[in-house]
T-cell receptor
Framework: NAGVTQTPKFRILKIGQSMTLQCAQDMNHNYMYWYRQDPGMGLKLIYYSVGAGITDKGEVPNGYNVSRSTTEDFPLRLELAAPSQTSVYFC????????????FGPGTRLTVT | DQQVKQNSPSLSVQEGRISILNCDYTNSMFDYFLWYKKYPAEGPTFLISISSIKDKNEDGRFTVFLNKSAKHLSLHIVPSQPGDSAVYFCGGGTSYGKLTFGQGTILTVHP
C-alpha cells in the first residue's frame, strides 16, 4: 500500500511555462484534495474532488485546473506559471468527507523563476 | 481573512512536561476541528479531531479542548517526548472535508 504518491518531488519552472503535478492514491478513496503551503503559512485548499468526474474549487483556485477521470488519480495543472505559484503542493485523500482523516502525500516543491 | 490563527509561531518544552498548542478561529460554521503534525520534507499526518458539539477529545497522550464561546481550541501533549518535535497545524472543517488551516506552530521538545 503506497498511500498517496506525488510526482515530481521538485520542479523549477520558468514564468509562463505549464506543467502537471501528478497525484495518485491506492486506498480507493473517493475524496481527494490539493493544497499549497507557502513559507510560514498554513495549507490552503486549491481544488477538491468528491469522486471521479466531480471537482470543485477551494480557497485559492486561480491559475490552476484539475480533472478526476479515475478514482485513483487527481492531477493538478498549472497554466502560465507565475512567481506567486512558488510553493509546496500537497495532495491528500480521504475515505469520506467531513471529519475523516485526510492522508497526505509527501509534497511537490515548485519554484517559478 | 484568516479564519484560523495559531498565534505562537514556536514553542519549546522540556521532555516529560506538558505542551499546550493554541488555535483561534473566526468561522462559526466549522463542524469539526483537526490537528495535524508535520515533519520536514513530509506531508502532514493526522493527529486528533474534535466535533464542534464536543468540548474535549482524548487519544493517548493527546487531548484537544474546544471552547466554542471563545472560538478557541488547544492541543495538550502529556508527557511531551523529543519525537513530538514537529510543526503542528490546527484546521477547521466544513462539508466535504474542506479544511482551513492555521499557520502552524513549531514544537521543540528538549531531552
Amino acid at each position: 500500500n503506497a498511500g498517496v504518491t506525488q510526482t515530481p518531488k521538485f520542479r523549477i519552472l520558468k514564468i509562463g511555462q505549464s506543467m502537471t503535478l501528478q497525484c495518485a492514491q491506492d486506498m480507493n478513496h473517493n475524496y481527494m484534495y490539493w493544497y499549497r503551503q507557502d513559507p510560514g503559512m498554513g495549507l490552503k485548499l486549491i481544488y477538491y474532488s468528491v469522486g471521479a468526474g466531480i471537482t470543485d474549487k477551494g480557497e485559492v483556485p486561480n491559475g490552476y485546473n484539475v480533472s478526476r477521470s479515475t478514482t485513483e488519480d487527481f492531477p493538478l495543472r498549472l497554466e502560465l506559471a507565475a512567481p506567486s505559484q512558488t510553493s509546496v503542493y500537497f495532495c491528500a485523500s480521504s475515505n469520506r468527507g467531513g471529519s475523516y482523516e485526510q492522508y497526505f502525500g509527501p509534497g511537490t516543491r515548485l519554484t517559478v523563476t | 481573512d484568516q479564519q484560523v490563527k495559531q498565534n505562537s509561531p514556536s514553542l519549546s518544552v522540556q521532555e516529560g512536561r506538558i505542551s499546550i498548542l493554541n488555535c483561534d478561529y473566526t468561522n462559526s460554521m466549522f463542524d469539526y476541528f483537526l490537528w495535524y503534525k508535520k515533519y520536514p520534507a513530509e506531508g502532514p499526518t493526522f493527529l486528533i479531531s474534535i466535533s464542534s458539539i464536543k468540548d474535549k477529545n482524548e487519544d493517548g497522550r493527546f487531548t484537544v479542548f474546544l471552547n466554542k464561546s471563545a472560538k478557541h481550541l488547544s492541543l495538550h501533549i502529556v508527557p511531551s517526548q523529543p519525537g513530538d518535535s514537529a510543526v503542528y497545524f490546527c484546521g477547521g472543517g466544513t462539508s466535504y472535508g474542506k479544511l482551513t488551516f492555521g499557520q502552524g506552530t513549531i514544537l521543540t521538545v528538549h531531552p
